[in-house]
Every structure is written in structure tokens, then in C-alpha cells.
């Protein structure tokens, strides 16, 4: 499996996983018109400033985009893993590098909002949940619901702005 930071070119597997993570992971836990409004939330060009920003990084596996993660200090803003990956370790790499880079913080906390399926995921490497909410980082007018985590971790925070 290689990581790396995600290009243009990923675009239209990145938009891909994400559907097909909220359809055929998520539904287990949301009704099917979160699902429905949820699939359709985040077009496929918004992402392209977090991958000009050199944010965004994907997993490959086979040849083929398996996952993809966004992480800046003190947060791990998404994870999505390809529902045929699911289970084969795609999203544990991409977490301990979304941990490497989101511990680059002086607070020595590192938060994210799980969804209600991720829950035991982040809850095995180390996250508490703090509270529950809404999904805060997409449109206003869609309501779904999620687990707002916390890691503490002794900080060594030493002030630069790089990454791996």
C-alpha cells in the first residue's frame, strides 16, 4: 500500500469513494434520506482546495485509489475508505498519518467528527467521545449526526508547519 498526496487526477475516485462509503457503510446507522441528501452533499470540485493546499492524501492499493483522509493540526477532517477495502487496513494507515499530521498542535488535542459508523474505529485508536452534534464541516441545511471525538497526547509540538 502507498500514501500519498492526492492530485486532480484522483478526483473522480475520490468523489466515488465517498458516495459509495455513505451508501453501502453508513446506511446501517442513518435513515435512508440522510443517506440520500448525505451522498450528494459535497461535489466533486470541492476538493480541490484541499488538494492544492496538499491536504488531502489517498491510499493505494492495487493500482487503485482505496481511501483518502484530509488532516491539519489538531484535527482529522475526514477519512473514507472504498467500501471493497473496508476491513483490510486502508484506514488504519491513513489515521496514524492523519495522527502524525493533526499532532503537529500546541494543545496537545486532536479532534474529529466520526460518524456514527466510524465510532469503534476512532474509538480503537484512542479517541473519547466528548459530546454529540451535527456534521459541521458540509452544507448548514444537512443534518447529520456525529460523534465529536477527542485524543489527548503529550505534546512535542515544535512549531513547524511541515509535513510528512
Known amino acids: 500500500m502507498e500514501i500519498r498526496k492526492a492530485t486532480i487526477n484522483d478526483l ?6 465517498y458516495r ?11 435513515d435512508a434520506e440522510v443517506i440520500r441528501v448525505w451522498k450528494n452533499s459535497v461535489p466533486l470540485e470541492a476538493r480541490i482546495p484541499s488538494i492544492e493546499q496538499g491536504i488531502l492524501w489517498v491510499a493505494i492499493l492495487g493500482g487503485s485509489v482505496a481511501g ?4 491539519v493540526p489538531g484535527e482529522i477532517v475526514a477519512l473514507f475508505v472504498s467500501p471493497d477495502c473496508a476491513g ?4 488504519r494507515k491513513l489515521a496514524e498519518l492523519a495522527l502524525e499530521i493533526a499532532s503537529n498542535t500546541e494543545s496537545g488535542e486532536i ?3 466520526s460518524t456514527l459508523t466510524a465510532l469503534p474505529f476512532y474509538q480503537k485508536l484512542g479517541f473519547t467521545e466528548i459530546s454529540r452534534g451535527f456534521f459541521s464541516h458540509g452544507q ?10 477527542a485524543r489527548f497526547f ?4 515544535q512549531g513547524s508547519n511541515q509535513t510528512p
Open 12 to 17: 473522480r475516485e475520490l468523489d466515488s469513494i
Open 20 to 30: 459509495r462509503s455513505i451508501v453501502e457503510l453508513c446506511a446501517q446507522d442513518y
Open 68 to 71: 483518502y483522509m484530509v488532516s
Open 88 to 91: 483490510k487496513g486502508v484506514g
Open 111 to 113: 479532534v474529529l467528527e
Open 140 to 149: 448548514p441545511d444537512i443534518k447529520i449526526a456525529v460523534v465529536n471525538m
Open 154 to 157: 503529550k505534546c512535542s509540538y
